[in-house]
């Protein structure tokens, strides 16, 4: 079983749709959470990062993580075609004996469609 | 300020060849990282250096592989000899501080071993 799950999607929307990505993930240890975002044939770019439980916001961007659940989500609001790239959700643990190593999800494909 | 640079972008190489792949971390970052991407799966820690000290090794797949930071700069990563299944998109990032700092990505290189 995989540490960290991830639907891979394709997901295709309408411009300015909200779009919700997940993650589930059994490992307890992790403690820090990730959302990169990828466009093809580039490198992961970090999107948002978030320490242990609770909400945050970026502009048009949420993450929550929810530890009880060990469930993580991104909310998109008023969705692009600029935001048609893959996302990743990544974790770590604990720095002490757990390195500094991330955990990945498979990533999920967005289509935001004119 | 330049990102995290990596090289060559392609590699196509036959089996039982030898290939070396590069990674130049973003100017002061002391800590350098290698993952990879096999076709259909997530992305996979393979080491951690803190300057040139290998930190945490313990994704490297086995001993074919050798990374070296010599010097604390740019790092080396060496395929010897290549196996069809080392195939995949090598990615190299790094970070200014241990612990809760953001990993900078490079643009990856993308490995075929026919």
């Known amino acids: 079983q995989k540490e960290v799950e991830q639907d891979p999607g394709p997901l295709s929307v309408p411009e300015g749709a909200i779009v919700s990505l997940n993650c589930t993930y059994s490992?307890?240890?992790?403690?820090?959470f990730m959302w990169y975002r990828q466009y093809s044939r580039k490198g992961p770019e970090l999107l948002m990062y978030?320490?242990?439980?609770g909400n945050k916001e970026d502009g048009r961007f949420t993450a929550q993580v929810d530890k009880s659940s060990k469930y993580i989500s991104l909310f998109i609001r008023d969705s692009q075609p600029s935001d048609s790239a893959t996302y990743l959700c990544?974790?770590?643990?604990?720095?002490?004996?757990?390195?500094?190593?991330?955990?990945f999800g498979t990533g999920t494909q967005l289509k935001v469609e004119l | 300020e330049a990102g995290v640079t990596q090289f060559p972008s392609h590699s196509v190489i036959e089996k039982g060849q030898t290939v070396t792949l590069r990674c130049d971390p973003i100017?002061?970052?002391?800590?350098l990282y290698w993952y990879r991407r096999v076709m259909g799966k997530e992305i996979k820690f393979l080491l951690h250096?803190?300057?040139?000290?290998?930190?945490?090794e313990s994704g490297m797949p086995n001993n074919r592989f050798l990374a070296e930071r010599t010097g604390g700069t740019y790092s080396t990563l060496k395929v010897q000899p290549a196996e069809l299944e080392d195939s995949g998109v090598y990615f190299c990032?790094?970070?200014?501080?241990?612990?809760?700092?953001?990993?900078?990505f490079g643009p990856g290189t993308r490995l075929t071993v026919l």
């Open positions: 100017s002061g970052h002391d800590n």
């Open positions: 990544a974790m770590k643990g604990q720095l002490t004996g757990g390195g500094n190593k991330l955990t």
């Open positions: 990032a790094s970070s200014q501080d241990w612990g809760t700092d953001t990993q900078y």
């Open positions: 490992n307890s240890a992790f403690q820090y």
């Open positions: 978030t320490y242990s439980s």
């Open positions: 250096f803190v300057k040139e000290s290998k930190q945490d």
